[in-house]
């Protein structure tokens, strides 16, 4: 997408008033092979006991999750989208897959930039204090040693961590999940991204964390980034975002204003 360098960095819309696309899905399908899973029955003690009389050795079985069917959007510069969908209709697989961990198996997916994923499950280290994972993380964001440390005090400042006691110093072992997850997404939300892509992030964070992080995406989005918010949280989707994508069943059932796309949703999940 060479085209995309002529413009400014912070432009929303070309000279013309075309919105710039920063995120293209085009039919993607995303499976999951599932090696030695036995199927049909295939691990119970009678299927044991029959293999051992006809002395058939039990052969390794391969099990495919259709994870994502079929599913094309375009996300633009300055839109944060949120994804909603009920537990296991492929939220997490397709993020994964825009920030490209996972290989598309039909379809293809073309960015602007390098997306950065942050997650719950965003590697941080255990027996690292709070102050060297933030180091590193920025480190590997692409900081230089010097922007590492300016940005240091203001990264612990906005965790929170620090509240109670001087915990920065402190392993990350010793942090409870919603500390660690504050941490985290303090570290990535320090850094401007041209394709952030946050899944239950805020989740794990208190009212207040949840408030302060809820302004930290809308600054990122106002910096010409585009944000994707995975949350089972409609109220953390409604504030953050303008626009939704429902996933169902690794298909879409429908992408369009938030209100519309949540209320629907929330329908769906009612009538269940
Ligand atoms: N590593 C994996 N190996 C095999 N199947 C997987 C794997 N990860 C996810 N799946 C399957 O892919 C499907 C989509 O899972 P995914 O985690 O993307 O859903 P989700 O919408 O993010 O769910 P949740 O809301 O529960 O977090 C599910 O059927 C799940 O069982």
Request: glycine share 10%; hydrophobic share 40%.
């Amino acid at each position: 997408m060479a085209e995309f360098n002529t413009i400014p960095a912070n432009a929303t819309t070309t000279t013309v008033g075309e919105r710039i696309p920063t995120v293209i899905v085009d039919n993607v399908h995303l499976i999951y092979r599932v090696y030695g899973a036995s199927a049909g029955g295939a691990g119970s003690a009678v299927a044991a006991l029959k293999r051992i009389v006809t002395r058939q050795p039990q052969r390794p079985t391969l099990r495919e999750v259709h994870a994502v069917k079929g599913v094309s959007f375009v996300a633009y510069r300055g839109e944060a989208i949120g994804l909603i969908g009920s537990n296991g209709s492929g939220k997490s697989t397709l993020l994964r897959a825009i920030a490209g961990l996972m290989p598309v198996n039909r379809g293809a997916i073309y960015t602007q930039g390098q997306p950065s994923l942050l997650g719950v499950n965003a590697a941080l280290l255990g027996d690292l204090s709070g102050e060297r994972n933030v180091a590193l993380g920025c480190l590997a964001m692409g900081m230089t040693p010097e922007q590492v440390k300016k940005a240091t005090p203001d990264i612990l400042t906005f965790s929170g961590i620090n509240e109670r006691g001087d915990f920065g110093s402190l392993p990350m072992r010793t942090y409870s999940s919603g500390m660690q997850a504050r941490l985290r997404f303090s570290i990535s939300a320090a850094k401007k991204h041209d394709v952030l892509l946050i899944d239950e992030a805020l989740a794990t964070g208190d009212s207040r964390f949840r408030r302060r992080s809820e302004r930290r995406i809308r600054q990122l989005r106002a910096n010409a980034g585009t944000v994707f918010l995975v949350s089972h949280s409609i109220g953390s989707i409604r504030d953050t975002c303008e626009r939704s994508v429902w996933l169902e069943s690794g298909e879409i059932r429908m992408d369009g204003p938030t209100d519309e796309v949540t209320r629907a949703y929330e329908d769906f999940m009612s009538s269940r």
